[in-house]
T-cell receptor, first 116, second 115 residues
Framework: QKEVEQDPGPLSVPEGAIVSLNCTYSNSAFQYFMWYRQYSRKGPELLMYTYSSGNKEDGRFTAQVDKSSKYISLFIRDSQPSDSATYLCAMSPPNAGGTSYGKLTFGQGTILTVHP | DAGVIQSPRHEVTEMGQEVTLRCKPISGHNSLFWYRQTMMRGLELLIYFNNNVPIDDSGMPEDRFSAKMPNASFSTLKIQPSEPRDSAVYFC?????????????FGEGSRLTVL
């Protein structure tokens, strides 16, 4: 079993739809949770970052972490064609100093297409 | 400010040949990571360096893979000899050592095809 599970999709939605992306994980040591967006033939770039449990909102994007269920989500409101990309969840445990090593474990990625 | 720079962007080689991938991290970033991405396995960490020192190479698949970081501005990932199953996109990423968010800054990747 993989440490991080993510449905690869693909997911196709109409413009303006609400998109829900999810990951589950098995390692209870994970404390840092991230969502990266990867456009075709580009490197991933950080979209959202959350430490421990809770919600975080940034514009049309909301990230949620439920550590009790080992489940994280990313919601995209009013989705746009420019949101079409692969979305990767990523997570890491803290290091001895309590910060993140940057040694991230990634989900498989969900391919999202938003059509006009 | 320039991002992480990787070269070559594309490499096509024959089985058994040596492949060297190169990476220049963002200036001032003292953690450097090599990841490999395939459709089947997603993004996997191969090795990472802090202050030019390899910290964790447990993700390096075989002895055919080696990585070096001779100075703060340059790293290489070498595969010798290469095999078709090494075909993947190899990403280099960097971050400031002390930054606590875990955010990595990725290059655009080197797409390797081994025939």
């Amino acid at each position: 079993q993989k440490e991080v599970e993510q449905d690869p999709g693909p997911l196709s939605v109409p413009e303006g739809a609400i998109v829900s992306l999810n990951c589950t994980y098995s390692n209870s040591a994970f404390q840092y949770f991230m969502w990266y967006r990867q456009y075709s033939r580009k490197g991933p770039e950080l979209l959202m970052y959350t430490y421990s449990s809770g919600n975080k909102e940034d514009g049309r994007f909301t990230a949620q972490v439920d550590k009790s269920s080992k489940y994280i989500s990313l919601f995209i409101r009013d989705s746009q064609p420019s949101d079409s990309a692969t979305y990767l969840c990523a997570m890491s445990p803290p290091n001895a100093g309590g910060t993140s090593y940057g040694k991230l474990t990634f989900g498989q990625g969900t391919i999202l297409t938003v059509h006009p | 400010d320039a991002g992480v720079i990787q070269s070559p962007r594309h490499e096509v080689t024959e089985m058994g040949q040596e492949v060297t991938l190169r990476c220049k991290p963002i200036s001032g970033h003292n953690s450097l990571f090599w990841y490999r991405q395939t459709m089947m396995r997603g993004l996997e960490l191969l090795i990472y360096f802090n202050n030019n020192v390899p910290i964790d190479d447990s993700g390096m698949p075989e002895d055919r893979f080696s990585a070096k970081m001779p100075n703060a501005s340059f790293s290489t990932l070498k595969i010798q000899p290469s095999e078709p199953r090494d075909s993947a996109v190899y990403f280099c990423a960097s971050k400031p050592l002390r930054k606590n968010t875990g955010e990595l800054f990725f290059g655009e990747g080197s797409r390797l095809t081994v025939l």
